[in-house]
Each structure stands twice: as C-alpha cells, then as structure tokens.
C-alpha cells in the first residue's frame, strides 16, 4: 500500500511476541483516572461558546456586541460576533497552553506523567476560580491563561499516559478515553451552559465556575495514579517499574516488555537535548507526522467552524431560545457516538482506513456546504426551512466522520510515534502546534466567515483533501505494534526508510538534506 508498514506481527518486531497481559482492575482504574484529563479540556471547549453568546455576560464584558446582536437577532448575520476582543477571550487559552506545554514536557520527563497531570489539575482549578469571580477583561483573560495552562500540561501528560499504560493490542481504544472524555465534557458544559443562561445576572459565573469540578476529581485521582513503567525506566527507578509492570499487565511474565523498555530508556537516557534530537534526521518521520502534520490538520479540518456554525442554522428554523442547546446537544452527541465507534474498531480497522475513510466523507460534506450557501448565504435574511434542514443533516454528518477520525486519533497517532528519548519533547509539539492553530482558528474565524462566507468553506475542503493525501502517503498502520517498537516501522516504509538508516549504512552512504 502506499502508506508502507507492515501488519500486526511485523518481521521486524523484537520482542512482541513474547508481551503477555490481561485486563486488570488496576489498569482500569489507572486508564479511567488519568482519561478525566480529557473533561478539562472538553468542558471549557463547551463552556467558552456558550458563555460568549450570554447575554448578561455581553451585557458586562462586550456591551457593543450585545447591542450588534440585538439589532440582527432574527437574522442570519454572520458579522455580528466579528470582534477581536471577544475572540481574545477564547483563543488567550490556546495561547497560554501552547506555551506552557514546554515546561510540561520538562516536568513529564524528569519528574513523570503523574505530576503533569497534578500540574494541570491545580492551574485549571485556579484559572476557574478566577473566572467565575471575574469583575473586568483583565481577570478573565488572566483565568483563562490559567485554565490554557493546565490543558497544556493536561494534554501532554494524558495521551501519553494512556498510551504507555495500554497493551499493544489495546491502545487505540485505551488511548481514545481522553477524546471521549473531551467529547462528554463539552456535552456536560452545553448541557450547563442551557441551564445557567435562565439564571440571570450571575449565571454565567456558575458556568465558569464549575470548571473546578473536573479539576478536583482530576486531582484527587491523580494523587493515586501509579507512574507509568516507562517513565519510572526513564528516572531509573527500575525495581518500581516492574513491579508496577507486573501490577498492570496481571501478569508476572513481563521479561521481553521490561526488556524493552529498558533498551528504550538507555537510548533516552544518552539524550541530553531532546528537543535538538527531535530534529535529527532520523527522527525526520515524527517531526513531520507527529508533531507537525497530524496536529495542525486536526485543527484545519473545519470542525471549529461547524462547531460555531451550527448554532446559527437552528436559529433560521425557528427554535428560538433553545437552538444553542439543540444544536450544541446534537453536535456533542455526534461527538461521543463517533468516539465510541471508533474505539471499538480502531485496533481492528486501523488508523489508516478511518482517517481515509473519514476523510473522504468530510470532503464531501464541505463541498456540500459551500454549494448549497453559495445559493442562499444568509445576509439579512433566513435560509428555507428545507436547505436548513439540509445542512444541519450534513452537519452532524461532518461531526460523525470527524469524531470517528481526526478528532480521536489526532491524540492517538502522534503518542504512539515517538520513540523513548524523545516522546515528552514530542508531545509538547503536538499540543504546542494543536493549541497555536486551535487558536489561530479562533482567532481569525469569525472575521473569515464575516469576508469569504461560503468560500471559507471550500477552503476547508481543499485541506482535507491535502491531509488526506498526507495521511494516505506518509503514515504507516500503528495497529498493534508495540509502542516502544513502532520506530521499526520507519525503515520498511517506502519514503521514510532513507531518513532512518543505520549508523553503518551512514558511513558508506552519506545521504544529504
């Protein structure tokens, strides 16, 4: 195939025949604890939203736009939220977590996955705090620092813990617990989101406020978290690690898994600079896939926009003052029910057939989009209760191939790539690169869709099918392969292969950039 690989039991693989586990309750309750990580991140995704269209949060923050938008409310007036104060307010979190997640990945290294997530909890519990106790701009900016600070070091630490904790055979499901719990979180929030927006004044301020709800049970949980045996490798405290090994898997036949894993952390430990080592050329395949490419087409695909756009069409089919909730309540539910599919079959299909698969379907559905709002873009006026229908169809259509597809495995794919020496510096990009064009896109969205209206769509289009091809060229099936062996399959595939030659091969063949 063109993506290259190898399948499940690879000739190449060392060891993997030899993994023994079975499914404990400890494992479950360690994969479940750290998985919360994802409802940090879900709820604000959730709450951010719906706070902003509040009234009496506009009414106290952005009087102006408050003013806009009463004077459009019975319109489809897309320029009415185009202020980029407002969406300061959302996009001052991606940019706080992008910059935090450096010094994540300094502390998931040296100090582990578990005090990542310690880390993450308390700044997020701070930044609600402050939030829901806001008085001016300044304070809510300053939360929202805070609350960008602990999903940065949030979304470092969990994929990663996730996926070092899971079987091989498993980890595609086991690592999709933190997008299924991003997905419930942002439900959880529109759900509150409905309710406080009845309570006027303060309601807003409850809403932000139980933001520290997941960070306390994130807390408490991370306090009995165990490390993971790959990172206790890493510190060197090897009698913990495999005692915990043992503890996990069910098993005391853990010799070939433990092997590896202490090859991996000799490797690592000869690592001084990891960030400077990422850009080594043969670490070229990861740089690339994982913490560049997969990261930013996970933002570029348009869900954002959907996400927003979707509110605005239920508006035109006359549910009035419950149109946020219906259509955050669809979207969200599509979210989950996607997640869960793809969980079930991720390890089974593999991550190549649904982002391909997936891919092809969002495609389409841009392009419906466009075209059918090329005909009737609303400036001033209603759609038809028909094409609303329509598109509120393909809507939750997108949202479905997404959640199946680049929303999970956006996460899954890159924490499986990196070898040891350079996984922590490796997850700080993914989320470092995810968050800065999480917030690129919410920072310019509004405006675009304000000037390019159904043009922004087919945009989004054109990149799906670039990331597509991305996907079907580059990217080599992960199902089932180890995760401190995946860097095998690097030197079977048909383009990666001259990027990762042997230190022998090397000297008879010096190879230029």
């Given amino acids: 195939m063109a993506g290259g690989g190898f399948g499940n039991e690879g000739g190449n693989l060392k060891r993997a025949h030899l993994y023994e586990y079975k499914i404990t309750n400890y494992f479950i309750f360690a994969c479940l604890v750290a998985a919360t990580g994802g409802s940090l991140f879900g709820y604000d995704l959730g709450v951010s939203g719906g706070v902003t269209s509040m009234d009496d949060f506009l009414k106290e923050f952005f009087p102006k736009i408050y003013r806009r938008k009463q004077a459009h409310l019975h319109e489809t007036d897309y320029c009415k939220y185009d202020n980029q104060l407002l969406t300061l307010f959302t996009s001052s979190l991606y940019f706080a977590g992008l910059v935090s997640t450096f010094g994540a990945s300094y502390v998931t290294r040296n100090k582990g996955r578990r005090a990542s997530i310690l880390v993450g909890a308390v700044s997020f519990f701070l930044g609600g705090a402050i939030n829901a106790g806001a008085v001016n701009i300044t304070m809510l900016i300053i939360g929202r620092i805070l609350l960008g600070a602990g999903i940065g070091f949030g979304n470092?630490?969990?994929?990663?813990?996730?996926s070092e904790m899971a079987p091989a055979k498993h980890r595609g499901a086991v690592n999709q617990l933190f997008q299924f719990t991003t997905c419930m979180g942002i439900l959880i929030a529109n759900l509150i989101n409905y309710k406080t927006d009845k309570i006027h004044k303060w309601g807003w301020r409850l809403s932000l406020g139980l933001a520290t709800v997941p960070a306390t049970l994130m807390f408490v949980g991370g306090l009995a978290l165990p490390e993971t045996p790959n990172s206790l490798v890493e510190q060197g405290r090897l009698e913990e690690a495999k005692r915990v090994l043992v503890k996990?898997?069910?098993?005391?036949?853990?010799?070939?898994?433990?092997?590896d894993l202490i090859e991996a952390s000799e490797a690592a430990r000869a690592i001084k600079h990891p960030f400077r080592n990422l850009l080594q050329r043969k670490n070229r395949p990861q740089l690339v896939l994982g913490a560049l490419g997969i990261p930013a087409f996970q933002q570029l695909t348009g869900m954002n926009s959907?996400?927003?756009?979707?509110?605005?069409?239920?508006?035109?089919?006359?549910?009035?003052?419950?149109?946020?909730?219906?259509?955050?309540?669809l979207t969200s539910g599509m979210l989950v029910l996607a997640t869960l599919v793809s969980m079930a079959l991720v390890d089974r299909f593999g991550r190549r057939a649904f982002f391909l698969e997936a891919g092809?379907?969002?495609?389409?559905?841009?392009?419906?989009?466009?075209?059918?709002?090329a005909f009737k873009f609303g400036e001033g006026?209603?759609?038809?209760?028909?094409?609303?229908?329509?598109?509120?169809?393909?809507?939750?259509l997108f949202v479905f191939a997404y959640g199946r597809s680049?929303?999970?495995?956006?996460?899954?794919?890159?924490?499986?790539?990196?070898?040891?020496?350079?996984?922590?510096?490796?997850?700080?990009?993914v989320v470092c690169v995810n968050l800065l064009f999480t917030a690129l896109i919410a920072q310019c969205f509004l405006v675009s869709l304000c000037h390019l209206k159904y043009g922004i769509f087919l945009l989004f289009a054109g990149l799906i099918f670039i990331m597509s091809s991305f996907i079907f060229f580059l990217l080599p099936e992960t199902k089932r392969v180890p995760i401190e062996e995946v860097y095998l399959l690097w030197k079977d595939h048909w383009f990666w292969k001259k990027y990762v030659e042997d230190d022998d091969e090397k000297d008879i063949k010096k190879p230029t950039m």
């Fill in 156 to 162: 470092q630490a969990v994929p990663l813990y996730l």
């Fill in 248 to 259: 996990v898997r069910g098993t005391p036949n853990v010799d070939a898994e433990f092997a």
């Fill in 306 to 329: 959907i996400l927003f756009y979707a509110p605005i069409l239920f508006q035109t089919l006359g549910f009035g003052s419950g149109a946020s909730l219906i259509s955050s309540v």
């Fill in 360 to 373: 092809f379907e969002m495609f389409c559905y841009m392009i419906a989009v466009a075209i059918t709002l």
């Fill in 381 to 396: 006026e209603t759609l038809p209760k028909a094409i609303g229908w329509f598109l509120v169809v393909i809507i939750c």
């Fill in 406 to 429: 680049w929303g999970p495995l956006g996460w899954l794919v890159p924490s499986e790539l990196f070898p040891l020496e350079t996984r922590s510096a490796g997850q700080s990009m």
